[in-house]
């Protein structure tokens, strides 16, 4: 049984990062998002381009599909005029239904519920409370902007719907955007700028707090109250989802307060109200096992603080592939539960889901962009380089789904000496020079350098350091940072040259700033001729500028 899972209905308006998964006989085959081969960042057109190749790489064609499903529901009627007609609301709108996937009758799932069925297929377990939060979805014809639901044996039955006025996600963002960075792009800024506004006086944090309270919706137990902030316009422009606001309150903020205050305040009522809404849902229903899904929670210092606030009572499972794009696999999940009855388990899922490419691609993109190679031993080379303070791109096998570079199409560097950041992000990423960058750490030395380490391999949960002095390169201002604990298991070349290098390696993803990870050898090459890179490492060639 063939089953395609698609995101988002294209163009979506609330929708980005389009992304197609498919299934056969309920096992996962691969899952790639459009960015990576449109090579437009957060790409929320139709995913053409990630279809063929997901078809290709089982050897099939739409005739052979099965089912097809996809993570984003239907608006009975539009929303209103200020969402741009370009936009995709209902089934006549959507792109599924002018092509010929429309001779496949395509199923339209409530967008929280399947933010709920991807958390679940992946945590492993059996029972459990879910809690999905976003910017906003669609789900039995209304929007929306999250939910809590009960997990067991395979049903998942909802328990609540947030309204989309108690959107937590388009609250953050908007803030996000008074900060001066780009809605649905820089909320990871937010999160990092937020601890230089915890540097500043008790009395400044508490004036800009009690402000920024009143922008956020409130609950009381596991309700939505009143409060938060949708008054935003959309539009979709070459493919990507514009958004800008129109609440006077959030401009007011912006021209009375310090960027890093605004931050600090955001990431703070962030923290402060999903801590709570978290411990009652668990205290309500009485179960131990919690899972977190939801664009909201690509948020790792709050996810860091949930688990310190939860204690070792809880067992808590953060969803990797928690936004939107995550939703590909989660439909594709659902239909076959509902077509099979089978609740088939995706713990400990590979997130290693693009493509692999042979030798004879990469020779023709290196003699294409005239660059220099030859043939190494890739993880001697590697650790050689590194070891000498070279900033490398390392380059191998299947690329990662998602937004963490998990050593695959990576930007490696010592974690030893503050420069290395800055060379990163100065020269090779060209970003801003206070953006911290996460390690990769072998799991024989977290306890040396975490503080509580646990199971980590996904970059989606932060960490107090115990080694901040002495790995500078990836401890951010506030003592934190972001690991990949990597187990030899799941990527045995990438696991030896981190431990060559001493257990830990400054690791950030292989994309120039304002591009999507790359994807082929080529976008690979080009981006390191752009860059301060001194070599890249793909398969077993080591190549250079000549």
Known sequence: MITVGFSSISPAPLGHDSTVTILEDGIIKATISEERLSRVKHDGGFPAKSLQYCLDEIDVRISDIDKIAVGFGLLEQYIDSKNDSNSAFAKRDSRFFTTSLENKKPIFYNHQYIHARTGYALSGFNKAVIISLDGGGQDEGKTNSGGIFIADKGEIKVQNIFPISASLGFTYGLLTQACGFRMQDGEGKTMSLAAFGDKYPDTEKQNILKVVERIFPKFKNMEYIEGGVTDIITKFENNVQLIANSDNRINAIKNSFDEKLIAWAAQKNLEDIISELILNVVDNFGIKNVIVSGGVFMNMILNMKIRERLGTGINIFFNPICGDLGNSIGAAIENYFQETGKNISHSNLSLYQGSEYMDEEIIAAIKKLDLKYEKVN?????????????????????????????????????????????????????????????????DKEAQKHLENPTKAPYMILGFRMKTQSTMPAVCHIDGTCRPQILEKIDNKSFYDVVKGVGGIVLNTSFNLAGEPIVETPFSALAAYKNSAMDAVIINDFLIKKK
């Open 378 to 442: 890739k993880v001697d080379t590697a650790i050689d380089l590194i070891s000498k303070g070279n900033v490398i791109g390392w380059y191998q096998g299947r690329s990662e789904l998602g937004a963490r570079s998990l050593g695959n199409r990576s930007i490696l560097s010592l974690a030893t000496n503050t420069k290395f950041k800055d060379i990163v992000n100065d020269k090779v990423k060209k970003r801003e020079s206070w953006r911290p960058f996460c390690p990769t750490i072998i």
